[in-house]
């Protein structure tokens, strides 16, 4: 069982930064990949960006150039550090563990972009 906990959102005026955690129960070594979706009201859940166990990245034309996804081993948490933002990119961001065939989901956390 893997437990993913989302934290770091909140409002924000268009052009600033945020930057969002997702903290895993146990070893992050044992997801992969861990991704960052986000869902806007009335819209389909979409892939943001993506992170491998080895380090390897993709991401959405959406994110690219503006949102840099990382990771710390050691401290089991992804992050997705969002710059230049535009109120475009107000949603819910979810972070996802993939682990043996089994997905595992996020609470949420709510970023607004607004001015």
């Known amino acids: 069982q893997v437990q993913l906990v989302e934290s770091g959102g909140g409002l924000v005026q268009p052009g600033g930064s945020l930057r969002l955690s997702c903290a895993a129960s146990?070893?992050?070594?044992?997801?992969?990949?861990m991704d960052w979706y986000r869902q806007a009201p009335g819209k389909q859940r979409k892939l943001v960006a993506s992170?491998?166990?080895?380090?390897?990245?993709y991401y959405a034309d959406s994110a690219k150039g503006r949102f840099t996804i990382s990771r710390d081993n050691a401290k089991n948490t992804v992050y997705l550090q969002m710059n230049s933002l535009k109120p475009e990119d107000t949603a819910v961001y979810y972070c996802?563990?993939?682990?043996?065939?089994?997905?595992?989901w996020g609470q949420g956390t709510q970023v607004t972009v607004s001015s």
């Open positions: 996802r563990g993939y682990v043996e065939a089994v997905n595992y």
């Open positions: 992170i491998s166990r080895g380090g390897y990245t």
């Open positions: 146990g070893s992050l070594l044992s997801i992969d990949p």
